[in-house]
């Protein structure tokens, strides 16, 4: 019997102050950061996601000491020259960004390594990062098909080149800079459309210099990253699913204190706004580099809209949350250029609209995205995760508006991004 857990509330209205935890793709980078740079960071409102702990095990198997004092997280490092070879595979877990970015900075350091994953991550594709790696000059094998985990990283001298992504993927970007990090001379990326800057932002901060012009980044190899404090932003993906609830749950209103607002995440509170949402957004602060605010969002009647081109990347793990909303909104929303969705954890495009039908929903697919009619009232069912923490968390926010309960089959997936989500739907949910 696979697990399950039942969300049903009676006439939920949605009220108080929430701070969500750490940003996942910031933690993911301060551990590889720390790890690359010599000496001690020292990182607060670390996410202890699965997918965060995913990272911190692969840099302790390679030989750096990651501690906890506290609530912080310390990583102490030689330098990634001093890295020792590991005895045993890196496992990637669920993590996509994990994956990934290491292939980037294995392929110049002094190691030979194995990289694995779970059964979701090893259908995931790894050309698009390997495919430039190999222009550098890295050396990655695979036992069997060179599109999936495993791979066998042979660490080696990187060359730099100046590469043209083909798709808008802020994991590609973050390992070729990561490994023109390392490589002989100078690395550019020229994106198609501006992903998340996160990489770029803390590079600076470990102390290396990027120059940017228009889309294109350029980073000289060589340089030595020195240790340093990291403080991580609440994460604005895991606050999105808080922001949907409380704008189409009748009488809400809900605070989010400390959220990320770097502008290449907050494509959210552009929808939402856009889709008629009231929302105060507080005076910013930033730390790290990062900045963040308090953003509060008031239940409103909702419009449909057209979600597409550049706001895509900035709300990309959004989608399957907006999708649910846009079944409440008064006409039609189209998504386009979302194609991407179709290799996450999940094929999103066909899981969302599989599940929102199930609840009722009028939603159609496209090769690149979704057509919703709404408003729709929306009934009680029996939803799947897929394993797929972003459509466990839907399903569970769809529970709010349901007229009757909704069950999630496997909802312990949510752990990898938003550990503590059940416990802050119930403190919300119940004033
Ligand atoms: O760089 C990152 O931290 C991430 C980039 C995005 O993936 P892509 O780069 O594949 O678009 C996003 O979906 C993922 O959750 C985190
Ligand atoms: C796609 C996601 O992450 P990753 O690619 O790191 O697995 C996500 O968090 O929604």
């Not at 990326?189 to 600076?204: A, F, G, I, P, Y």
């Not at 507080?282 to 790290?288: I, K, V, Y």
């Not at 386009?336 to 179709?342: G, H, I, K, P, S």
Request: glycine share 10%; charged share 20%.
């Amino acid at each position: 019997m696979s697990e399950q857990k039942t969300v049903s509330f009676e006439r939920p209205v949605l009220r108080g102050t929430l701070q969500v935890p750490g940003d996942k793709s910031i933690s993911h980078r301060a551990v590889m950061l720390g790890s690359i740079a010599t000496g001690k960071t020292t990182i607060s409102g670390f996410l202890d996601g699965e997918d965060c702990l995913s990272t911190i095990d692969m840099f302790r198997k390679l030989g750096v000491s990651i501690t906890r004092e506290g609530t912080d997280v310390v990583v102490d490092s030689p330098g990634i020259s001093a890295w020792q070879t590991p005895t045993e595979t890196l496992d990637a877990g669920n993590s996509g960004t994990t994956a990934r970015l290491m292939l980037g900075i294995l392929s110049g350091s002094p190691v030979t390594s194995t990289m694995c994953g779970d059964q979701y991550l090893s259908k995931r594709p790894m050309k698009r990062v390997t495919g430039p790696l190999g222009l550098m000059g890295a050396n990655i094998t695979s036992d069997e098909h060179d599109d999936y985990l495993p791979l066998t990283v042979h660490g080696t001298k990187l060359a730099a080149i100046d590469y043209q992504m083909p798709v808008a993927s802020a994991q590609v970007k973050s390992a070729v800079l990561l490994a023109g990090l390392q490589a002989e001379g100078e690395t550019s990326v020229t994106e198609m459309v501006v992903s998340r800057d996160h990489t770029e932002r803390m590079l600076n901060q470990f102390g290396a210099e990027l120059t940017q012009e228009g889309k294109t980044i350029r980073i000289q190899g060589g340089q030595q990253l020195s240790g340093t404090d990291v403080v991580v932003p609440g994460d604005i993906s895991s606050a999105a699913f808080f922001m949907v609830a409380a704008a189409m749950v009748e009488d809400s209103e809900v605070s989010f204190e400390k959220v990320g607002l770097n502008p290449t995440r907050t494509g959210i509170l552009d929808v939402l706004k856009a889709m008629g949402v009231r929302l105060e957004q507080s005076q910013e602060q930033g730390f790290s580099g990062e900045r963040y605010g308090t953003v509060k969002i008031m239940y409103s009647k909702l419009n449909a809209m057209e979600i597409g081109g550049e706001l895509i990347p900035r709300l990309i793990d959004e989608l399957p949350v907006l999708a649910l909303l846009a079944t409440q909104a008064k006409g039609r929303t189209i998504i386009t250029d979302a194609e991407e969705l179709r290799v996450k954890e999940t094929d999103r495009i066909e899981a969302v609209a599989t599940e929102l039908r199930k609840l009722g929903a009028d939603i159609e697919t496209t090769p690149d995205g979704m057509i919703i009619n709404g408003p729709t009232p929306l009934t009680g069912a029996t939803l799947q995760s897929y394993g797929d923490h972003r459509l466990g968390m839907m399903a569970a926010i769809a529970g709010l508006i349901t007229s009757g309960p909704v069950h999630i089959e496997n909802p312990s997936c949510i752990a990898i991004s938003y550990p503590q989500f059940f416990e802050d739907l119930s403190n919300l949910a119940n004033g």
